[in-house]
C-alpha cells in the first residue's frame, strides 16, 4: 500500500463533504424551490378528487359496553360475500373534540376529506367508532377518559370479530385517539398488527396548547363534560398556525358535529393536562408510524423522538407532514399522509425473519 494512501483518502473526503452536503441540503427543499432550479414545475401529486360514494358499501352497527351501546361504522368497496378473501381491517380511533364520522367521513360538497373512503378504496374494511359521551354513542355519564375509551376498543375490536372473523387489525389514531389506540396495543397486543400514532404527545413537554389548556385542570377535574361550539371548532384550525388547513372547513365541521350536540367529554383533556405519559413506548411491540405536523402545538418534535427511539419494534417510522399543524386528516397536506399511511400498512414483510425456519438460506 502506498505510503501517501491515508492522505489521498483524507484529501478524497474532503473534496467530498461540500458535494454531499449540497444534495443534503437541496433534498429539504421544498418542492417550490426545486422547480426554480431547475426550471421545471412538476404536476400537482395529490389527488384530491370527490370519490363517489355509490361505490362505498357501509353498514352501522351498535357495540354494548355495560349498559349503553356504542355507535359503530363500518365502509368499504362492496359488501362482504360468502366465500371472499377477507381485506385488510383499518380501526380509526377519533380524538377529544369531535365524533368519529365528522372526523374520518367528513361530508363537504365538491371536497374529499374522508379517510374511510379513501382506505376503501385503496382495499382496507374501514371501521370507526364513537367513544362513550360522544356523537351517536351513548353515555355512561363518565368522562370518557383514556381507560374508558380502552375499554370502547376491546367492545368494538370484539364485535368486528364476529362479523369478519378476523383477530388483527390495524390501527390509526389521531391526538387523543392516537393514546387511546397505543393503549390498546399496551393491553391486548394480540389485537395489533399495524399502530399509527397522528399528532400524538408523549410526555406534553414544551407544548404550548396542552400548557394553556393546563389552567383549566380544575374545571376538568371537577365537570365530566365541557362545552363545544363553533368557535371552539374553529381554534383547531388556528390556534397552532392559520392557513394550514383550506378556509371553509371548520364551517363544514360544525355542520357536520354541531348537530350531535354542545358538548363533549373531559376526560381525554385531563389526561393530557394532568396525568402525561398516557403511554409506555417500551410496551408498545407493534409497527409503529409516528406523524406529526410541522406546526403541531400539541406536541414538540423532541418530546415525540424521546418516545420514538424507546419504541421496541424497529419496524418503526417518523415522518412529518410539512405545511400541516395538529389536525392532519383536514390539512391541505392530507394526501401526504394517506400516502405515508398507505406505505407503512403496504410495507412488505421482512425476509430476514425467515432466516430461524432456513427459508431462502444459502
Known amino acids: 500500500m502506498s505510503r501517501n494512501s491515508g492522505a489521498s483518502r ?24 426545486l422547480a426554480q432550479k431547475s426550471g421545471v414545475v412538476p404536476e400537482n401529486p395529490a389527488d384530491l378528487s370527490v370519490i363517489d360514494e ?4 357501509s353498514k352501522e352497527y351498535w357495540a354494548p359496553k355495560g349498559s349503553i351501546k356504542l355507535n359503530i361504522f363500518r365502509k368499504r368497496v362492496g359488501a362482504p360475500q360468502a366465500g371472499q378473501s377477507a381485506l385488510p381491517i383499518l380501526i380509526l380511533c377519533h380524538g377529544s373534540s369531535l365524533s368519529s364520522r365528522t372526523s374520518y367521513d367528513l361530508k363537504w360538497p365538491g371536497h374529499e376529506y374522508s379517510l374511510m373512503n379513501k382506505f376503501a378504496t385503496y382495499g382496507y374494511d374501514v371501521w370507526t367508532l364513537d367513544f362513550d359521551g360522544y356523537g351517536r354513542s351513548g353515555s355512561s355519564g363518565g368522562n370518557s377518559d383514556i381507560a374508558s375509551g380502552v375499554q370502547d376498543l376491546k367492545a368494538a375490536v370484539d364485535l368486528i370479530a364476529k362479523e369478519t372473523g378476523q383477530q388483527r387489525y390495524h390501527l390509526f389514531g389521531e391526538s387523543s385517539g392516537a393514546l ?29 396548547t396542552l400548557a394553556d389548556r393546563a389552567k383549566q385542570t380544575d374545571f376538568y377535574r371537577a365537570n365530566a ?10 381554534s383547531i384550525f388556528t390556534r397552532d398556525k392559520d392557513g394550514t388547513s ?39 411491540l407493534a409497527p409503529v408510524l409516528m406523524l406529526r405536523g410541522e406546526f403541531d402545538g400539541n406536541s414538540t418534535e423532541i418530546d415525540l423522538l424521546n418516545m420514538y427511539r424507546k419504541l421496541p419494534n424497529n419496524d418503526k417510522q ?19 399522509l394517506w400516502h405515508t399511511v398507505k406505505a407503512f400498512l403496504e410495507q412488505p414483510a421482512r425476509l430476514d425473519s425467515r432466516k ?4 431462502g438460506s444459502n
Open 356 to 359: 430461524s425456519a432456513g427459508v
Open 54 to 57: 355509490r361505490k362505498i358499501w
Open 246 to 284: 383550506e378556509p371553509g372547513i371548520a364551517e363544514a365541521v360544525a355542520a357536520m358535529e354541531l348537530p350531535l350536540g354542545d358538548s363533549v367529554p373531559t376526560g381525554t383533556y385531563l389526561d393530557m393536562t394532568a396525568n402525561m405519559p398516557i403511554n409506555d413506548p417500551a410496551k408498545i
Open 180 to 208: 387511546r389506540a397505543g393503549a390498546l396495543a399496551m393491553a391486548a397486543p394480540e389485537r395489533v398488527n399495524r399502530l399509527v400514532f397522528a399528532a400524538t404527545t408523549y410526555t406534553g413537554e414544551g407544548s404550548p
Open 225 to 234: 363534560r365541557r362545552p363545544r361550539d363553533k368557535a371552539m371548532i374553529a
Open 318 to 336: 417518523y415522518v412529518t407532514i410539512p405545511g400541516a399543524a395538529h389536525s392532519l386528516v383536514y390539512s391541505w397536506n392530507r394526501h401526504q
Open 10 to 33: 483524507r484529501s478524497f473526503l474532503t473534496a467530498s463533504i461540500p458535494a454531499v452536503a449540497g444534495g443534503l441540503a437541496i433534498l429539504k427543499l421544498p418542492a417550490e424551490a
